[in-house]
């Protein structure tokens, strides 16, 4: 018979042990099912695939839940961040020291005006919109090609064919130190990709937001969506990345400039430069977090000395990096 193996047992040192050990045994007395998981590699949690081991990582899959843990994180005083789908990180190979909340999983619900919605944090982006459109709430048309989850969209103003998340959320309630709160668009100052939220990262956690829609016809809101995921699907690679790496500078396509400087296809161990959409960088399987940020360094250089133009990252460094 093979021997019991533990392969991620508790740590017994670092600054947060202890801590994480209080968060983690609270977890799993709650009434939600968790399952705090040591040591868990957030390469697992990320859509390129990459990273190495958050110190502890709790699932959470409701909006509930999600505020349990991160009351208690708050009360512990310890490093965390909340991640949604991870479609946004490139995670680094040392991890991250802390708790890192995945959450994915939440309810939305129509509100009294009848063209409002709520999504919890936790809700798929792509399914909140689909379901919108099946209320007959045109709005979220945009939205319906973007991965990840509600929070991570608000965080980071996702947006596509036009629409930004800035665009649709009128308040989103966060939870900080302090305890619950709204924040309205004036202190969330949405622009291009970003957000007071995603500069100031884990100062908040988003519980959830509220969006204004207007009234439509559902067949053509759905017949619009449809059309621009077969868009999305021809012009896009599937294979696991983190979207676009960097945003457009004004006046620019990123990808036009990628490609100019001529890195499409350019490989770094086992990370490579799509030849679909250059400004994708793909994990061909074997790539590690050095490998996508070397190759995201080669790409500013070759486009800062071939153009003289600076790209701005899209994607977040998430975890400990030591540029
Ligand atoms: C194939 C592909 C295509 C993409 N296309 C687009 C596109 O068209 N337009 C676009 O804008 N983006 C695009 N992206 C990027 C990504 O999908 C968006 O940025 C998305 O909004 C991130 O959501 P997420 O849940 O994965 O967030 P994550 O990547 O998990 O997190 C992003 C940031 O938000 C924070 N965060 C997440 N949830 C919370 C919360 N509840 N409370 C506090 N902070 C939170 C995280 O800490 C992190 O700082 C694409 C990505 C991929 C892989």
Same mark, same amino acid.
């Given at each position: 018979?093979s021997?019991i193996?533990?392969e991620r047992?508790?740590p017994?040192?670092? +600054? %947060?042990?202890?801590k994480l050990?209080t968060?983690?045994?609270s977890a799993?007395?709650a @009434? %939600?099912?968790?399952k705090?998981?040591?040591?868990? @590699?957030?390469a697992?949690? *990320? !859509?390129?695939?990459?990273g190495?081991p958050?110190d502890l990582?709790?699932r959470?899959?409701s909006q509930?839940a999600?505020?349990? /843990?991160a009351?208690?994180?708050?009360t512990?005083?310890?490093p965390f961040?909340?991640?949604g789908?991870g479609?946004?990180?490139i995670?680094?190979e040392a991890? %991250?020291r802390?708790?890192?909340?995945?959450n994915h =999983?939440?309810d939305r619900r129509?509100c009294?005006?009848?063209?409002?919605v709520?999504?919890?944090?936790?809700? !798929?982006?792509?399914? *909140?919109?689909?379901?919108?459109? !099946?209320? #007959?709430?045109?709005g979220?048309?945009g939205a319906a090609?973007? +991965?990840?989850?509600?929070?991570g969209?608000v965080?980071?103003n996702a947006g596509?064919? =036009?629409?930004t998340?800035?665009?649709?959320?009128?308040r989103t309630?966060?939870?900080?130190?302090h #305890?619950?709160?709204?924040?309205? +668009?004036?202190?969330l100052?949405?622009s291009?990709?970003?957000?007071?939220?995603?500069?100031?990262p =884990?100062?908040? /956690?988003v519980l =959830?937001?509220e969006?204004?829609?207007?009234p439509?016809?559902?067949d053509?809101?759905?017949a619009t969506?449809?059309?621009r995921l077969?868009?999305?699907q021809?012009?896009? +690679?599937t294979? @696991?990345?983190? #979207?676009? /790496?960097?945003?457009?500078?004004?006046?620019?396509?990123?990808?036009?400039l990628?490609d100019?400087?001529g890195?499409r296809g350019?490989?770094?161990?086992?990370?490579?430069v799509s030849?679909?959409?250059?400004?994708?960088i793909i994990n061909?399987?074997?790539?590690?977090?050095?490998?996508v940020?070397?190759l &995201?360094?080669?790409?500013?250089?070759a486009?800062?000395s071939?153009m003289? &133009?600076?790209?701005?990252r899209e994607?977040?460094? %998430?975890g400990e990096w030591?540029e």
């Amino acid at each position: 018979m093979s021997a019991i193996i533990v392969e991620r047992e508790i740590p017994t040192e670092g +600054p %947060f042990e202890g801590k994480l050990a209080t968060i983690a045994a609270s977890a799993l007395q709650a @009434p %939600f099912g968790l399952k705090p998981v040591w040591r868990e @590699p957030l390469a697992k949690h *990320t !859509s390129v695939r990459v990273g190495g081991p958050a110190d502890l990582l709790i699932r959470v899959r409701s909006q509930e839940a999600l505020r349990l /843990v991160a009351a208690e994180a708050y009360t512990q005083a310890i490093p965390f961040r909340v991640i949604g789908d991870g479609t946004n990180l490139i995670a680094a190979e040392a991890g %991250f020291r802390g708790l890192v909340i995945r959450n994915h =999983g939440g309810d939305r619900r129509l509100c009294a005006d009848g063209v409002s919605v709520w999504a919890d944090a936790g809700c !798929s982006l792509i399914s *909140t919109a689909r379901w919108t459109a !099946s209320l #007959g709430l045109s709005g979220l048309e945009g939205a319906a090609t973007i +991965p990840g989850t509600v929070g991570g969209a608000v965080v980071n103003n996702a947006g596509a064919y =036009g629409w930004t998340a800035a665009d649709s959320v009128v308040r989103t309630k966060v939870l900080d130190r302090h #305890g619950e709160r709204w924040m309205y +668009p004036d202190e969330l100052r949405y622009s291009y990709r970003t957000s007071t939220l995603k500069e100031q990262p =884990g100062n908040a /956690v988003v519980l =959830g937001a509220e969006m204004r829609l207007t009234p439509g016809d559902a067949d053509r809101i759905l017949a619009t969506m449809q059309s621009r995921l077969e868009t999305r699907q021809r012009t896009q +690679p599937t294979a @696991p990345s983190s #979207g676009s /790496v960097f945003r457009n500078p004004a006046g620019h396509s990123a990808w036009k400039l990628i490609d100019e400087a001529g890195m499409r296809g350019k490989e770094r161990g086992g990370a490579h430069v799509s030849a679909l959409h250059t400004n994708f960088i793909i994990n061909g399987g074997s790539a590690t977090a050095d490998d996508v940020l070397a190759l &995201i360094r080669e790409i500013e250089e070759a486009v800062r000395s071939r153009m003289h &133009i600076s790209l701005k990252r899209e994607i977040e460094l %998430f975890g400990e990096w030591e540029e």
